[in-house]
């Protein structure tokens, strides 16, 4: 049986990777790294306005769905029981919060995710609150939820957003 042998002088040098080649290495990692970074944010931001634009939709429908509730003598509630007026940009308040959730009554208008309930009230994926904006349309004696048109835009992080995913220009 034979010992192993051992290189030495040139061979020696030749046998391991050289400063450059380590360097290349390391320049392909850290652009991969980057690359699956910034794909990783944007999945993020994307989710982030899918769940907005879903509560907003879900926000409206809840609020039409309070107004067309009568209560126990048989009268429609008004905008004003909710703490909404009209024509003019509200927040979504903790007492309006409380009504939708069912947290203040027996009936959920609205299952908001536990991380857009604040003590002020709702917020959305980025942390701002929402707001809303309810026109009335064709004012009448008795309120009908047909009657109004309720608009919860998505500010997102940099710019407003419609609740169908468009935007309308700078966040107020």
């Known amino acids: 049986m034979r010992a192993p042998r051992h290189r030495s002088g040139r061979a020696a040098l030749r046998a391991g990777f050289t ?13 991969l ?41 048989g009268d429609l509630p008004s905008l004003s029981d909710l703490g909404l007026g009209t024509g003019e940009r509200s927040d979504i ?7 939708l959730t069912g947290e203040s009554g027996d009936k959920v208008y609205f299952q908001a995710a536990e991380d ?16 809303i904006t309810v026109r009335e349309i064709q004012p009448n004696a008795q309120p009908d939820p047909e009657d109004y048109e309720i608009v919860v835009p998505i ?18």
Not at 116 to 131: E, Q
Not at 155 to 172: D, F, I, T, V
């Open 19 to 31: 400063l450059i080649e380590l360097l290349v290495v390391i320049v392909i990692i850290a652009i």
């Open 33 to 73: 790294t980057g690359s699956f970074g910034v794909s990783f944010l944007s999945a993020q931001e994307t989710a982030r306005i899918t769940r907005a634009t879903a509560e907003s939709r879900e926000l409206g429908n809840a609020i039409r769905l309070y107004l067309m509730e009568p209560d126990a003598n």
């Open 93 to 99: 308040s903790s007492a309006t919060t409380r009504i």
């Open 116 to 131: 857009a309930l604040w003590d002020n009230g709702l917020v959305d994926p980025w942390g701002n609150p929402y707001y």
């Open 155 to 172: 500010q997102g992080r940099h710019r407003a957003l419609e609740p169908n995913g468009g935007s309308s220009g700078a966040a107020p």
